[in-house]
């Protein structure tokens, strides 16, 4: 069975950065899309970012466009999301997940239906 844990979370003030990781202990983690998400307390849970396969095409939310990269390391099993100047909107428990498929550039790598496995979360606090 897929496993995926995350670390890296923490508290930390506004523009402030954090890299979260996120491992995958089994399947076949070099062939699938993916993702980031996060849930806010009182909030539905959203996509942040998401790869392919390949690390060559990428997805990302309007609201951390231009400060969050995601990247993924297919020898170390292990996708990675670095948070830059953070803000305390961005206080949530974010999740890896696997997706089902490669998902392909153009369509919604963001979709939460694509998604198989789920980590347990990781929480992220931004003080103001």
């Known amino acids: 069975q897929v496993q995926l844990v995350e670390s890296g979370g923490g508290l930390v003030q506004a523009g402030g950065s954090l890299r979260l990781s996120c491992a995958v202990s089994?399947?076949?983690?070099?062939?699938?899309?993916m993702g980031w998400f996060r849930q806010a307390p009182g909030k539905e849970r959203r996509s942040v970012a998401a790869?392919?396969?390949?690390?060559?095409?990428?997805y990302y939310a309007d609201s951390v466009m231009g400060r969050f990269t995601i990247s993924r390391d297919n020898a170390k099993k292990t996708v990675y999301l670095q948070m830059d100047n953070l803000k305390a909107e961005d206080t949530a428990v974010y999740y890896c997940?696997?997706?089902?498929?490669?998902?392909?550039?153009?369509?919604?790598?963001?979709?939460?239906?694509?998604?198989?496995?789920w980590g347990q979360g990781t929480q992220v606090s931004v003080s103001s």
């Open positions: 790869i392919n396969w390949n690390g060559r095409s990428a």
């Open positions: 997940a696997v997706a089902g498929r490669d998902i392909p550039t153009g369509q919604n790598m963001g979709a939460q239906y694509e998604y198989n496995y």
């Open positions: 089994r399947g076949p983690f070099n062939l699938y899309t």
